[in-house]
C-alpha cells in the first residue's frame, strides 16, 4: 500500500479507484509551500494540477524521504522542477491527452467570440445599451484561413472542429511532418496568409515572445489571435499594440505572462476576450484527467 498526498482538487471517482486500487490516500490541498516542505517526505505519491509548485527544495527533502511519484493532472510540467526530480529518482508523470477536446473547444469558442464581439456585446447590452452599429460588423470563420502554431494533440483537435466550419488549416511546427489534412508552411508563410492565428505550443525559451512586433507587423490586416496554450509566448505588450493600430481586429486570450494578470491593460482592452486559464475546465476533461491519474498512481505502484 503507497501513501498518496491529493494537493489540488481531483475527481471523486479518481480518488475512489486509487483506493479501490489499496492505497492511502490523503487530501491536503491549499497547502503553502511552506507545509508542502514538511508534508511531502511523508508520502510516496503527489498527486498535483497547476496550483501546487513542486519546486527543488520540496523535491530533495521529499526524496530523502519516501516519494517516489508525482503525477500532474493535465499537461504543461511548468510547475515541477522536473530536471531535479529525474535526478533525484522521482518519476514525474502527466495526462497530456486528456483535456485536449476541452482547450480546443475553448480556442474555437474563442475565435467565435473574438469575431462576433460576443464579450462587449454581452456587457454592454446588459448596461441597456443596443449596439447593432458596433457590433453587427462581425467575421466569419467559414471561408477564412486557420494558422496553428504548434501541431500536437490540443491543436490536431482544433483542426478538426476547424475543418467543420468550413476553414482552410495551415500550421507551422518543426517538429511535425507533412499532415494528411492540414498543409504545413513555415512561420513567415503562417503569419502572412492567416485569417485567425492560434498558439499551442509549449513556453520554452525557443516559443518565448514567438509572436512579437516584428511577427505582428507580417500578419494580415485585421487577423484574430488566440491565445489558449502558455502566457510568455506571445509578447504582450506587443500584441495590445496590434490591438491599438488596428492590425489585430481582436484577440481571445486564456493563458497570461503573469497568473493572475492583475491590473493588465491587456484584460480590459475592449477587443480582447479574456478568460482566467479555463482551457481544460469542463467536467468531462476532469472525469478523463481524474481517470488517468488514477491509472498512472496504480500501474506504478502494482
Ligand atoms: P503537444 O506537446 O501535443 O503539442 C505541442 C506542439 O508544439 C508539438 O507538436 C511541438 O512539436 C510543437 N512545438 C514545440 N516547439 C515549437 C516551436 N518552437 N514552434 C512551433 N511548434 C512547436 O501539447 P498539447 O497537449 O497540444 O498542448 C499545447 C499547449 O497547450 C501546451 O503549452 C499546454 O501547456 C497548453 N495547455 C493549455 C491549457 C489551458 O488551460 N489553456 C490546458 C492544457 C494545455
Not at 71 to 95: F, H, K, P, S
Not at 110 to 130: D, H, I, V, Y
Not at 170 to 194: C, H, M, R, W
Request: proline content about 4%.
Amino acid at each position: 500500500m503507497a501513501r498518496i498526498l491529493i494537493c489540488d482538487p481531483v475527481d471523486d471517482a479518481a480518488l475512489k479507484a486509487i483506493r479501490d486500487g489499496g492505497h492511502e490516500v490523503v487530501e491536503k490541498t491549499g497547502m503553502s509551500p511552506e507545509e508542502l516542505l514538511e508534508t511531502a517526505p511523508q508520502f510516496d505519491a503527489l498527486v498535483v494540477r497547476s496550483a501546487t509548485k513542486v519546486r527543488k527544495p520540496v523535491l530533495e527533502k521529499a526524496a530523502r524521504g519516501n516519494l517516489k511519484l508525482i503525477v500532474r493532472g493535465g499537461v504543461g510540467l511548468d510547475n515541477i522542477d522536473t530536471d531535479v526530480a529525474a535526478g533525484l529518482g522521482i518519476t514525474v508523470n502527466n495526462t497530456p491527452a486528456a483535456s485536449s477536446v476541452a482547450v480546443a473547444e475553448l480556442a474555437m469558442a474563442q475565435m467565435l467570440a473574438c469575431s462576433r464581439f460576443l464579450g462587449p456585446a454581452n456587457l454592454t447590452m446588459k448596461n441597456g445599451e443596443w449596439n447593432k452599429k458596433s457590433y453587427g460588423k462581425g467575421k466569419e470563420l467559414f471561408g477564412s484561413t486557420l494558422g496553428l502554431i504548434g501541431f500536437g494533440r490540443i491543436s490536431c483537435e482544433v483542426a478538426r472542429m476547424a475543418r467543420g466550419f468550413g476553414m482552410k488549416v495551415i500550421f507551422f511546427d518543426p517538429y511535425i511532418d507533412d499532415a494528411e489534412d492540414a498543409q504545413k508552411v513555415d512561420l513567415d508563410t503562417l503569419l502572412g496568409n492567416s485569417d485567425f492565428i492560434s498558439l499551442h505550443i509549449p513556453h520554452n525559451k525557443d516559443t518565448h515572445y514567438l509572436l512579437d512586433s516584428a511577427q505582428f507587423g507580417m500578419m494580415k490586416d485585421g487577423v484574430v489571435i488566440v491565445n489558449c496554450a502558455r502566457g510568455g509566448t506571445v509578447n504582450e505588450a506587443a500584441l495590445l499594440a496590434a490591438l491599438d493600430s488596428g492590425k489585430v481586429f481582436a484577440a481571445g486570450v486564456d493563458v497570461f505572462e503573469e497568473e493572475p494578470p492583475g491590473d493588465s491593460p491587456l484584460v480590459k482592452h475592449q477587443k480582447v476576450v479574456v478568460t482566467p486559464h479555463i482551457g481544460a475546465g469542463t467536467a468531462a476533461a476532469k472525469k478523463r484527467v481524474g481517470t488517468e491519474v488514477a491509472r498512472k498512481i496504480n500501474s506504478f505502484f502494482e
